[in-house]
């Protein structure tokens, strides 16, 4: 069973830092792409990062694009985000999906991906 669980959300002055994680089970995971997502109150999910198997490509929507970083530990089936230069607007629920096929990783469309998180809250305040 597919399992994947995100922590290190908080809450963080605007100019703040956090690293979030999302540590996932029940399948061969240096076989799959990954993302990160986000959705705030009353919008839809919007997909911000997404990276290859083995790590070495990444693609970024660029409202986030020079402030975070996505990264993996394939040995520890594990996906960061480190998000600098937080933002008001970063406000969201952020979490994690396996992609169905690595493809085009600039379309971080959430079409593309399958079994979300329950996410991790991100607050920043102005």
């Known amino acids: 069973q597919v399992y994947q669980r995100e922590s290190g959300g908080g809450s963080v002055e605007t100019g703040g830092s956090l690293t979030l994680s999302c540590t996932s089970t029940?399948?061969?995971?240096?076989?799959?792409?990954m993302g990160w997502f986000r959705q705030a109150p009353g919008k839809e999910r919007e997909g911000i990062a997404a990276?290859?198997?083995?790590?070495?490509?990444?693609r970024y929507v660029n409202s986030v694009k020079g402030r975070f970083t996505i990264s993996r530990d394939n040995s520890k089936n594990t996906l960061y985000l480190r998000m600098d230069g937080l933002k008001p607007e970063d406000f969201s629920m952020y979490s994690c999906?396996?992609?169905?096929?690595?493809?085009?990783?600039?379309?971080?469309?959430?079409?593309?991906?399958?079994?979300w998180g329950p996410g991790t809250q991100v607050t920043v305040s102005s």
């Open positions: 990276i290859s198997t083995t790590g070495d490509n990444t």
């Open positions: 999906a396996r992609r169905l096929h690595c493809g085009d990783l600039s379309r971080l469309t959430p079409d593309f991906y399958r079994y």
């Open positions: 029940g399948f061969i995971y240096n076989n799959y792409c």
